[in-house]
């Protein structure tokens, strides 16, 4: 089945300690994105990826980091959560997302304390 | 700045009515015009889109009307029943930055029996 994976599905930490929500795909796209969601606000995008070691800041990329080492993965890195990344996250895949849009994983909520 | 305005923030309609949902945008170099629909607990999934070289597309019972020289652009829900209630996002992409997919806010609609 074509999917987009993301883990964990639910995350509760605490401000400052270090963590990876990991995402990967099985469609071969090219094109890898982060998306929060908060009520209110919609959808807004962390970063994205082109391609391998290709990642560009989307919106609201202030305390993250991302990585693209193989095209199936694209992992996102809090490398010291504040409350104000408790948020819901999405990770998601596209051939072209100009022409096709994007395929959705199907959330990670994070609440640090 | 929100590029894409989306309203009502809510819909309530009775089944068998039609649900609109209205998005404005200001950028002319937006060409691309998907909605997304998102149930409780999944990540948003691709409903319908639209470019800006038609005015109408139709797929079953949604249809996006747009409006190139107001810049604006529909969803609209015929025969709207109970399992359509969900959040609606409307988003625009680039055709020079096709990466970013930009979201409006949200429509969460309730269709009561």
């Known amino acids: 089945e074509a999917q987009v994976t993301q883990n964990p599905r639910y995350l509760i930490t605490v401000t400052g300690k270090k963590l990876t929500v990991t995402c990967s795909q099985n469609m071969n796209h090219e094109y890898m994105s982060w998306y929060r969601q908060d009520p209110g606000l919609g959808l807004r995008q962390i970063y994205y990826?082109?391609?391998?070691?290709?990642?560009d800041k989307g919106d609201v990329p202030e305390g993250y980091k991302v990585s693209r080492k193989e095209k199936r993965n694209f992992p996102l890195i809090l490398e010291s959560p504040s409350p104000n990344q408790t948020s819901l996250y999405f990770c998601?895949?596209?051939?072209?997302?100009?022409?096709?849009?994007?395929?959705f994983g199907s959330g990670t909520r994070l609440t640090v304390v | 700045q929100q590029q894409v305005k989306q309203s009502p923030q809510s819909l309530i309609v009775q089944k068998g009515g039609i649900s609109i949902i209205n998005c404005a945008y200001e950028?002319?170099?937006?060409?691309?015009f998907p909605w997304y629909q998102q149930f409780p607990g999944k990540g948003p999934a691709l409903l319908i889109a639209?470019?800006?070289?038609?005015s109408e597309k139709k797929e079953g019972r949604f249809t996006i009307s747009f409006n190139k020289s107001a810049k604006q652009f529909s969803l609209h829900i015929m025969d709207s029943q109970p399992g359509d209630s969900a959040t609606y996002f409307c988003?625009?992409?680039?055709?020079?930055?096709?990466?970013?997919?930009?979201f409006g806010t949200g429509t969460r609609l309730q269709v009561f029996p």
């Open positions: 990826s082109m391609n391998v070691e290709v990642t």
């Open positions: 988003a625009a992409s680039h055709y020079y930055n096709t990466d970013k997919l930009i």
């Open positions: 639209i470019r800006p070289d038609v």
């Open positions: 950028n002319t170099a937006f060409d691309y």
């Open positions: 998601a895949s596209s051939p072209n997302p100009g022409h096709y849009g994007y395929t």
